[in-house]
Antibody, heavy 113, light 112 residues
Framework: EVQLVESGGGLVHPGGSLRLSCAASGFTFSNYWMNWVRQAPGKGLEWVAN????????RYVDSVKGRFTISRDNAKNSVYLQMNTLRAEDTAVYLC??????WGRGAQVTVSS | EVVLTQFPLSLPVTLGQPASISCRSGHSLVTSDGNTYLDWIQQRPGQSPRRLIYNVSNRGSGVPDRFSGSGSGTDFTLKISRVEADDVGVYYC?????????FGQGTKLEIK
């Protein structure tokens, strides 16, 4: 089955860290750009980061630059988002997306004291 | 950052009637090689997003032909020829011509 499954979400204190994972299956993972998109409670969608097929190119939205790192392991068909120095405004459902054509169900990240 | 402005933000529609959503970009979405990377995304209540339309007017896999996209440059439209109950949700336009990629605010479609 063609799918993306996120994991690693949870509750973390401000200033803390979390690592999200996204496992892909059913397609040739190494052919695609992969993305992280987030949706804050009751809000719209915001692109967070993306990475090119071989992992050599990464881009971030300004609000997470220097704090978040996207990476991938094509041998494991997985993409990751390392999130450091988390803030309350990072609270959101984080969605993994294969370009824009396939989306996961998301992982909830809550930053609160 | 490229701002995408959608209207209307709320769209009550009678079953079987047509619906239309507009998306206006603050910058041209045409690339130097002539492509336009503007998609339409549907998010049904409690579900993951689903791509309906890519590159302005191409329907995604399994998308009914009731859905169509059009436009060019900075002005784009999503049309639903006959709204069904299953179409309830929020619709976003999305551009990936420029980084950061951006979404419109979303249009909430409901059944009247």
């Amino acid at each position: 089955e063609v799918q993306l499954v996120e994991s690693g979400g949870g509750l973390v204190h401000p200033g803390g860290s979390l690592r999200l994972s996204c496992a892909a299956s059913g397609f040739t993972f190494s052919n695609y750009w992969m993305n992280w998109v987030r949706q804050a409670p009751g809000k719209g969608l915001e692109w967070v980061a993306n990475i090119n097929p071989d992992g050599s190119g990464k881009r971030y939205v300004d609000s997470v630059k220097g704090r978040f790192t996207i990476s991938r392991d094509n041998a494991k068909n997985s993409v990751y988002l390392q999130m450091n120095t988390l803030r309350a405004e990072d609270t959101a459902v984080y969605l993994c997306a294969r370009e824009a054509s396939l989306w996961g169900r998301g992982a909830q990240v809550t930053v609160s004291s | 950052e490229v701002v995408l402005t959608q209207f209307p933000l709320s769209l009550p529609v009678t079953l079987g009637q047509p619906a239309s959503i507009s998306c206006r970009s603050g910058h041209s979405l045409v690339t130097s090689d002539g492509n336009t990377y503007l998609d339409w995304i549907q998010q049904r209540p409690g579900q993951s997003p689903r791509r309906l339309i890519y590159n302005v007017s191409n329907r995604g896999s399994g998308v009914p032909d009731r859905f169509s996209g059009s436009g060019s440059g900075t002005d784009f439209t999503l049309k639903i020829s006959r709204v069904e109950a299953d179409d309830v949700g929020v619709y976003y336009c999305m551009q990936y011509t420029h980084w950061p990629h951006t979404f419109g605010q979303g249009t909430k479609l409901e059944i009247k």
